[in-house]
């Protein structure tokens, strides 16, 4: 089995490890990493529940080779709190119960991260147009649309205001 | 508008129960923290992976297994001799027996045939995750090929292929309920009929957690410990320690975080109790997590109905009967509560929330060449809802009436409670009128068909659907279920202790998967103790921490487990009480207790509070005589009766009359499950529901080929609603207290999914009644309006 010695540095930390080349990201992520936050839900790249940031760009971890991401930059769900304090995308998911069984909820909340990093001011439409590759089987969606709103919301004050916001 | 509840605080609640507080499990949740059983690792841990049998019916000649014991890092490779070598039995147990029903063995792996597409035949254990898959993949199956059939309507049919010999023409069991006599009478003198053949599609449950468990044996103890994705941990226990002759109370299994379950793991399935088999016999830690289309071939599919049904009514539009029968496809073998869904779970609901003078439904359970059906969200129930909302809407038509008005005019009255319905249930409150009322209010209804007809005059098809349910659950009391066939008892325990700090730990039987129980059963348990809410903390799900349960399904966690906590707490408050009266030299009866403080009456001076009376329960210093020390109590809730939350749901739709596409225009829920503990959450139950029964009504199904190949085996060909694919939901409620529960509670997890089904379907069919469509199956794809619209088009030309 060939094999392959990559870096990859995963929420600010680089790490050098070898993997075989039909390792996936999402498993050198959760098994050779210990990052288990990142979930395998379906395998074929439909569900998102392995979703990441790979150089700022939300991809699907379980259909995307390790070796493929040498020398990027990872960033996964373990990344967002921050001093202690859930970012605001977290805040509102808890507040707007965008989640309940919680397995989708680090992909949908690394893919919402990248939507609102483009558009910082989505309708609607545009975040269930953004969200459509992230299955949910709990909430029906509706309070994970008024979660990334409400995000949003506190992100932009933030910007406005120069500091982290809050309602 | 109607309600939307916003989260709050705990300390910001007046009364913990009915306040939307927000939920405590979310943290870990959001940040990555959460254990699901695949994040659980160990030192030495190995890796299962099954080799599954390709073809849906075939007979097992030879398997060769060298390839793969030849490749380095493989420790195991098993076959059902192995397992045969070991001396279990190995065989799904089913717990839910009918009188005469077949019970063929369902092993563990497959003995000398498979009989649907999935079926485990051969197990491998290796060092590594990929290698223990290609090792299984290496493994050579000699098969003869047999003839495969996966309609249950079929399998009984003269020279279809045959596959169990205990089971002649596929026939698992004949069951009936309900009155023949009766109901053919009323049919004979009936003014109209109505009549419809259907489908209740399979459906793939797809928890976002595929399956998965980690199993361990400690050869020195003697203890089994097995983590696994689980609804009911006890359950499991019992059912594995069956299947594999192990002692109960040497093992331990544990449900970590529990990625979404809908019924999907309450069963015992092979490939679970064969991981644990792997750990017993090699000692140590194995691993088998199913990826997605493994999970699609050998997890439960739910429904699977093949059904006619017919309805006798007189002119003035009043529902006389309803006969029903129908073909319930139980799969390749009786699963664990298999027998249950199409016969107690079904058919007793069929005359869903209409008074009516006979009912009679008779069942033929089939084996078929596919996944053994199990419980799935709603468990017969929506099966049984759909019949009767689909015939009411058909006699409406037939009769000449608005759908609404029949539905009032045969409603149950709300001062006929508690009724006995024709089918034998005692419906225990109800109030039908009010969300009808409630839901065409919101929705716009009398506009609406105003705006319908002016559209249809522009040849534009709206159309709205109306669905009223009502459902049973919190199943119960345990000696009803043993009556009715069920091989285990439907209570549930609660433990609620003291600490000497006064702090508390509440254990529950139930086991939570996304419902948010450590947040409601906590607002119980607190408000109950008078304590803060942060002074409670919830364990469930561990079978080593919790004494017994039964698990969490069937909308019975707050129903039967939130009342089996709450009886902890109230006697922990009586006992507590006796201490306190000790202590301040009173009678028991001279004591008030209110917000966690014992006071003597009329001298409110002289109090206690309950959290000093633990730290004094534990010094045990200065007790009443002969009282025991400590502060914990534990109850076995067992229910009175069943619990039957009710509702309306209205979807509004438009069809596209060139290309058959289908928009949702509105979706209006009114609900009433009783008392809500944390509306917050409830709703987030009624939403996830209905995108699950909007899921089965517009998107998804099982599709076998003729051959018996699951077409539908992976994510990218089965139809898991999208975000934006469903529309807003507007949720209301109305409160109809159950008066027998001690909450006055009724379940609401599976409400939406038994409601939304019916109402897509109603709806496509009232948009285009003008081309003479009646009925069309699920899922009601834009390629199904389409075809039904050009089949209308071409047998009657189109308008009437």
Known sequence: MTTHDITLTVNGTAHDLTVESRTLLVHALRDDLGHTGTNVGCETSMCGACTVLVDDEAVKSCTLLAAACDGSEVQTVESLVDGGELHPLQEAFAQEHGLQCGFCTPGMLMTSLDLLAHDPDPSREEIREALEGNLCRCTGYQNIVNAVERAAQTMRAATDGGDRGGD | ?800
């Open chain 2, 1 to 800: 508008m109607s309600s939307t509840p916003e989260f709050i605080d705990a300390h910001e609640a007046q009364r913990l129960r009915g306040s939307p507080v927000r939920r405590r499990e979310d943290r870990p949740l959001l940040t990555g923290d959460a254990q699901y059983t695949d994040d659980i690792s160990r030192e030495d841990l190995l890796h299962l992976a099954f080799t599954r049998s390709h073809h849906a019916h075939a007979r097992v000649e030879a398997i060769d297994t060298s390839a793969a014991e030849a490749m380095e890092g493989v420790v195991a490779v098993y076959t059902a001799a192995d397992v045969a070598a070991s001396g279990v039995t190995g065989e799904v147990p089913p717990v839910w027996l009918l009188p005469e029903l077949k019970t063929p063995p369902y092993p563990m792996l497959a003995r000398e045939r498979v009989r649907f597409q999935g079926q485990p035949v051969a197990a491998v254990v290796a060092e590594r995750r990929y290698l223990a898959a290609d090792a299984a993949d290496a493994i050579d199956v000699t098969y003869e090929k047999l003839d495969a059939v996966t309609s249950p309507g079929a399998a009984t049919t003269e020279g279809a292929p045959q596959l169990h010999e205990e089971a002649p023409n596929n026939v698992a069991a004949e069951w009936e309920i309900g009155d023949r006599e009766d109901t053919d009478a009323a049919f004979d003198r009936a003014d109209h009929t109505v009549e419809l053949d259907l489908v209740n599609q399979r459906l793939l449950p797809t928890a976002m957690e595929p399956r998965a468990v980690l199993a361990e044996y400690n050869a020195s103890t003697e203890k089994a410990t097995v983590h696994m994705s689980t609804q009911c941990p006890h359950l499991h226990r019992r059912f594995f320690c069956e299947m594999l002759d192990f002692p109960e109370h040497r093992m331990r299994v544990v449900a970590p975080d529990v990625g979404g379950g809908f019924g999907s793991k309450d069963s015992a399935h092979p490939d679970e109790a064969l991981t644990i088999w792997a750990a017993l016999q090699l000692e140590r830690p194995v691993k088998w997590v199913a990826t997605r289309t493994e999970g699609y071939a050998s997890t439960g599919h739910g429904r699977g109905h093949e059904t006619h049904a017919e309805m006798a009514l007189s002119d003035d539009g009043d529902i006389l009967a309803i006969r029903v029968h129908t073909d319930g496809d139980l799969g390749g073998y009786v699963s664990t509560f298999g027998a249950l869904n199409p016969t107690w779970g079904y058919a007793p609901m069929l005359p869903g929330q209409y008074a009516m003078e006979a009912m009679h439904c008779t069942v033929t359970e089939a084996f078929t060449n596919a996944v053994p059906t199990e419980p799935y969200r709603g468990a017969g129930r929506p099966e049984a809802s759909y019949v009767i909302e689909r015939l009411v809407h058909l006699a409406a038509k037939e009769v000449g009436m608005d759908p609404a008005d029949l539905r009032r005019r045969n409603y149950i009255p709300s001062d006929e409670f508690p009724y006995e319905t024709t089918a034998g249930y005692l419906y225990d409150s109800g109030d039908y009128e009010k969300p009808l009322d409630r839901a065409l209010e919101l929705v716009g209804y009398d506009d609406l068909r105003a705006r319908q007809a002016e559209l249809r005059a522009e040849g534009r098809y709206l159309g709205i659907g109306i669905s009223s349910y009502v459902e049973s659950c919190g199943y119960g009391p345990s000696e009803i279920v043993g009556q009715i066939g069920g091989q285990l008892g439907l209570w549930e325990t609660g433990v609620v202790r003291f600490h000497p700090s006064g702090k508390v730990t509440v254990f529950c039987g139930t086991s939570g998967h996304g419902q948010g129980h450590q947040t409601t059963y906590a607002q119980i348990v607190a408000d109950e103790l008078g304590v803060d809410f942060d002074d409670v903390d919830v364990v469930e799900g561990d079978t080593d921490e919790v004494p017994m349960g039964m698990g969490t399904y069937g909308s019975r966690s707050v129903t039967v487990g939130g009342a089996a906590v709450l009886t902890s707490a109230r006697k922990a408050v009586e006992k507590a009480r006796q201490i306190a009266a000790h202590q301040l030299e009173v009678a028991t009866e001279d004591l008030e207790f209110e917000s966690g403080e014992f006071s003597v009456t009329g001298a409110p001076d002289r109090a206690i509070h309950i959290q000093e009376v633990a730290r004094q329960a534990y010094l045990a210093h200065d007790l009443p005589e002969g009282l025991e020390p400590g502060l914990e109590e534990e109850s076995f809730y067992d229910p009175e009766n069943l619990v039957y939350p009710f509702g309306v749901h209205v979807v509004v739709v438009e069809v596209d009359a060139d290309t058959g596409e289908l928009s949702f225009e509105k979706y209006v829920a009114v609900d009433d499950c009783g008392e809500q503990i944390n509306p917050k959450i409830v709703e987030g139950q009624v939403h996830g529901a209905i995108a699950q029964g909007l899921g089965q009504g517009r998107f998804e199904g099982v599709v076998y080929d003729e051959s018996g190949n699951l077409v539908t085996g992976s994510m990218q060909d089965y139809a898991v609603p999208k975000a934006h694919q469903l529309p807003h939901f507007e949720t209301d409620h109305t409160v109809t207290p159950c008066p027998h529960n001690p909450l006055g509670v009724k379940g609401v997890g599976e409400a939406g999914t038994i409601a939304a089904p019916q109402a897509v379907v109603n709806a496509v069919c009232d948009a285009l009644s003008p081309l003479g469509v009646d009925h069309i199956d699920m899922p009601v794809t834009d390629e199904a309006v389409w075809q039904a619209m050009n089949r209308a088009a071409a047998t009657d030309g189109g308008a009437e």
